[in-house]
């Protein structure tokens, strides 16, 4: 018997060779054909992509090998292709679904599994049990037909998921204004699916596009790992820097998370690009409708909420959240703490292509830098400052729970804590309207304490009280 597979927030991630294995990704392709079967999909077809880490187009092989064994046939991408790219191609070939081999912005040694549903977005969670629990404990169990003979068949179609999706986006966004616009953009794709893309999109106007680690390497040099948060970004900045850039955009592993740094060089944190979006999404285009985000992310969106009288709702952690909540509501925009951001119109699933887009559109249309739309921001709502630590922990969690629990904090760096919100870990709600947030995460034994507050000199006392009311200060 192999070893039990646990989906976490997003899907199932593990070590390569040592639980990520074909075998092990035979059988969770097993799992999910046994829920896509159950739904009455025999016969019909699903996407299956992929990203540049080691072994990742073999693992997408593997994947295809055994929807076909099942009777589901397959659309495989033809290249390693940004997530959001998969995502709208599930939509665009009436598929009824999408498997993506990829770890997102785990470490090189890891791969990853995620699994999206007809609407190319995020299962919700209690079908991500039920695809779990339908995972074989022995590959002998799995049913397959090799890769060679599902081509000959017509099982499996190798397609280009890239010009669909392009048309697609100019029914969301004008490229013409930001090519004519006589910008300077560094694009860090950190090694990953992003390279090419804003090159491809934004060529052959006044525009300039330079591009940094844009090749495969699947070790990720000059990075601890393809996330866009510092230190990862650092040599992004510093090239933003020496090119005298207008401003840096970095795509993760997969494309579909989006970081942003300004004209300066200086990093701006994820929790204020939503915030950018939001506001971008309501002044600029004058869009309106509800807005989604997790309840690790800023409460600058209940401000600007309340600013245009829309609706904002938040969720646990997590796209499998997120994303339902969207459809739910036809939200205008969704979005979490670690930078990826959805949008009306397209497929509720982070891209952060789009996002990349939208910023340079609303540099363009309001003629300002990175700093200056911050800047602007902060005049309408105030000032927000946001910092996380992560930090590996040992022993029960339940007891850890239990303990964050009975401290009953009155104030934490010196603020008045006036709630206690626990839909997703533990949200202590201070008296300037930031909060601290305590959770546990989803696919690695690690103990997130992120925090948000109106006043910069408070972020690392809020912090420092945050690791001491986990237990680990």
């Given at each position: 018997m192999q070893s039990k597979i646990i989906f976490g927030t997003d899907g199932w991630r593990g070590s390569i060779a040592e639980d990520y294995t074909f075998e092990s990704v035979r059988r969770c392709t097993q799992g999910f054909a046994n829920y896509l079967l159950q739904k009455g999909n025999k016969g019909k077809w699903i996407v299956v992509g992929y990203d540049k880490r080691f072994l990742s187009e073999y693992f997408a092989r593997s994947v295809c090998e055994v929807f076909v064994g099942n009777g589901i046939n397959t659309y495989l991408t033809e290249g390693a292709t940004p997530t959001p790219v998969i995502a709208y191609a599930v939509v665009d070939k009436k598929a009824s679904g999408a498997v993506n081999i990829t770890a997102s912005h785990n470490p090189a040694t890891d791969n990853g599994y995620k699994v999206r549903d007809a609407n190319g977005g995020a299962i919700p969670p209690d079908d991500l049990k039920l695809i779990e629990n339908l995972i074989p404990e022995s590959v002998e169990s799995v049913k397959r037909v090799s890769f060679d003979d599902c081509i000959k068949l017509g099982n499996v179609i190798i397609f280009d998921a890239s010009t669909n999706y392009i048309t697609h986006l100019a029914d969301l966004i004008d490229l013409e204004p930001i090519k004519k616009a006589g910008l300077k953009i560094v694009v860090d794709a950190m090694w990953g699916n992003g390279a090419g893309w804003f090159t491809r999109l934004l060529g052959g106007g006044k525009t300039e596009i330079i591009e940094i680690h844009n090749s495969r390497n699947p070790i990720f040099p000059e990075m601890k790992r393809p996330e866009p948060i510092p230190p990862n970004i650092d040599v992004g900045l510093e090239a933003t820097i020496n090119n005298k850039a207008d401003v840096l955009l970095i795509t993760d592993g997969d494309a579909d998370r989006l970081g942003v740094g300004d004209e300066n060089g200086v990093f701006i944190n994820q929790l204020q690009v939503y915030a950018l979006l939001a506001y971008y999404l309501l002044e600029v285009r004058g869009d309106r409708g509800p807005i989604v985000k997790t309840?690790?992310?800023?409460?600058?969106?209940?401000?600007?909420?309340?600013?245009?009288n829309v609706p904002v709702y938040e969720t646990g952690v997590g796209f499998k959240y997120v994303a339902p909540k969207m459809l739910e509501t036809n939200a205008m925009i969704g979005g979490e703490e670690s930078g990826g951001y959805a949008f009306r119109g397209n497929v509720p699933e982070r891209d952060g292509i789009?996002?990349?887009?939208y910023m340079l559109d609303f540099m363009v249309k309001?003629?300002?830098?990175?700093s200056e739309l911050l800047a602007l921001l902060f005049s309408k709502i105030g000032s927000h400052y946001y910092d996380r630590i992560d930090t590996s922990f040992t022993g029960d969690r339940n007891s850890r729970e239990k303990a964050i629990l009975d401290a009953k904090p009155v104030t934490i760096g010196g603020l008045k804590v006036i709630g206690l919100n626990s839909l997703d870990g533990y949200k202590f709600i201070l008296e300037d309207g930031g909060w601290l947030l305590i959770r546990f995460s989803g696919t690695e034994p690690i103990m997130r304490v992120y925090c948000e507050t109106t006043h910069i000199d408070k972020v690392q006392s809020i912090l420092k009280d945050g690791l001491r009311i986990a237990g680990l200060g």
């Open positions: 309840l690790s992310t800023t409460s600058m969106l209940e401000k600007l909420g309340k600013l245009y789009l996002a990349g887009l309001l003629g300002k830098k990175p």
